[in-house]
């Protein structure tokens, strides 16, 4: 097992149970061929995989995975499940308000087909779609609640928001911190260790054929259906590109995404003291910083506390750093204490990090390389476990030539704007990083956001870039 399933408490608990573990899939050792190649075994990879032989039983289908199937994003995620409710006033900016409705509703489509395989599948993902809370954890942050509740209005789904004033909030989740918000009815929690290991064997037993630690070369932006390993050539009539942050560093799209670090931290059992702060329900929480913190518990009693937007990376290479970083974790350790001081004692058992993608709109997107053969779906920055359900369909459909509803949404065959070219991208995106951190610090601190800081926070708007 590799380093990152024994740092991973998601992973670690999910591959504790044989169901969940499965047998070791081989290493692709000879060439072959196949209807279907897909490159990375994610959440991404694996619902085409599924969603292909649903629609087409008899298809051949590869998928080929550098490591083992959900080391990646998506066995380490914070396990946040839901739809596009809370992005209306984002969405409506990128692509119209018509464009930002048929988003929403896709969204809402994709968490109940997960939703429905898991109870089809009999599997105990740990999925509680009860809502989730987003809170101001600081004053500064009520005006940004506001804008999205606004936001909703416009959309017309204001009647899935319930605005929460701070002592709503604290009855809900009894945080010092925390100075207002909203429930909305939008998803819930999974573990996502579970839900791609489930995924995983139903591939296997839907006759998929899965290569596991086999890295694939980047592919030739020319298109041509075609997969490269050490140890095997995959000639395909379909390649499904989905291997996440890991592309960054590919050709094709070195100047649509910039990799961020995001780093969850997980403490040991405390039930009796979530029930002293009323967080009993298993609602997640989020704030509203753009360098948000995304905090949950576990059905046995833990926190799980995520930081976003910490360390970047140059050259779009996605390393160890990753996978466990000091500042980050730190950073993590940090807000569960300040957020509930009561827990100060409670024992970290497990931190770790994974890459997300992030292309200027803020938005993932799905194409195609010339000649139609090779498609792709990437950038869901931090919001990818039920968008990649979604996507999976929309390949599975672009590879059978179907048109469905969803085909024709707005961020397919969508081309985000590039990132500016290098140095610039790498340097400017630490140093816009640096500024939002420490923007967002201040705010909650309640200190002023010096002259230079503000400057640079505002650079990427000004720019046309969307950085969240
Ligand atoms: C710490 C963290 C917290 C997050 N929290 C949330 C959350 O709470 N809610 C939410 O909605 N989203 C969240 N996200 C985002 C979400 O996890 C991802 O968007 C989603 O998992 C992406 O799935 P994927 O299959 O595209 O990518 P991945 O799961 O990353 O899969 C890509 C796979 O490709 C493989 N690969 C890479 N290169 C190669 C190669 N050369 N050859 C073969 N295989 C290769 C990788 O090993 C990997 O397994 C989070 C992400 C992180 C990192």
């Not at 913190?293 to 976003?308: K, N, Q, S």
């Not at 970047?312 to 950073?331: A, E, L, P, Y």
């Amino acid at each position: 097992m590799s380093e990152i399933a024994r740092i991973c408490w998601w992973l670690s608990e999910a591959m504790s149970h044989p169901e969940f573990a499965g047998e070791p899939a081989p290493t692709l050792q000879r060439d072959t061929t196949a209807d279907v190649a897909i490159v990375g075994g994610g959440y991404t990879g694996l619902w085409t995989a599924w969603h292909l032989k649903q629609q087409d039983p008899g298809i051949d289908v590869v998928v080929l995975e550098q490591s083992e199937c959900g080391f990646g994003a998506s066995g380490r995620n914070g396990g946040f499940i839901s739809g596009y409710t809370d992005q209306a006033g984002h969405l409506a900016d990128v692509y119209g308000l018509e464009g930002a409705r048929a988003i929403i509703a896709a969204g809402d489509a994709a968490v109940a087909g997960i939703a429905q395989w898991c109870d089809v599948q009999g599997v105990d993902a740990w999925l509680c779609l009860d809502g989730s809370m987003a809170v101001a954890s600081s004053p500064a942050q009520l005006g940004l609640i506001d804008e999205q509740l606004a936001a909703a209005a416009m959309a017309g789904i204001s009647d899935r928001f319930t605005p929460l004033g701070r002592d709503q909030v604290r009855a809900r989740c009894d945080s010092v911190a925390f100075h207002g918000g909203y429930v909305h009815d939008d998803g819930g929690t999974v573990h996502p260790g579970r839900l791609v290991r489930a995924l995983r064997q139903a591939c296997l037993d839907a006759g998929a054929r899965i290569y596991e630690n086999t890295a694939v070369t980047p592919p030739n932006p020319d298109g041509r259906a075609e997969i490269h390993t050490p140890s095997g050539v995959v000639r395909a009539g379909s390649v499904v590109l989905g291997a996440n942050a890991w592309m960054a560093s590919w050709p094709i799209f070195k100047r649509r995404l910039v990799v961020r670090g995001t780093y969850i931290a997980i403490t040991a059992p405390a039930p009796e003291l979530l029930e002293q702060i009323h967080w009993t329900n298993g609602m997640g929480v989020c704030d509203v910083r753009s360098s948000l913190r995304y905090l949950r518990t576990t059905p046995d009693g833990r926190i799980a506390l995520g930081v976003g937007g910490q360390r970047g990376s140059f050259g779009g290479r996605v390393d160890s750093r990753f996978d466990q970083d000091d500042v980050g974790t730190r950073n993590a350790v940090s807000a569960i204490r300040k957020f509930f001081p009561t827990f100060a004692d409670v024992p970290i058992e497990a931190s770790w990090g994974g890459p997300v993608y992030l292309p200027s709109t803020h938005e993932p997107f799905i194409g195609s390389l010339p000649g139609g053969r090779v498609h792709y779906a990437v950038g869901y920055t931090g919001h990818g476990v039920a968008p990649t359900y979604l996507m999976g369909e929309i390949l599975a459909a672009r590879v059978l030539g179907q048109d469905t509803a969803h085909t024709s949404l707005p961020f397919v065959d969508y081309s985000p704007r590039p990132w500016p070219i290098q140095p610039f991208r790498g340097v400017g995106a630490s140093l816009v990083n640096a500024a939002v951190v420490k923007r967002d610090d201040a705010l909650d601190e309640g200190e002023p956001v010096g002259a230079l800081t503000k400057f640079t926070t505002g650079l990427p708007a000004r720019l046309g870039y969307y950085i969240g």
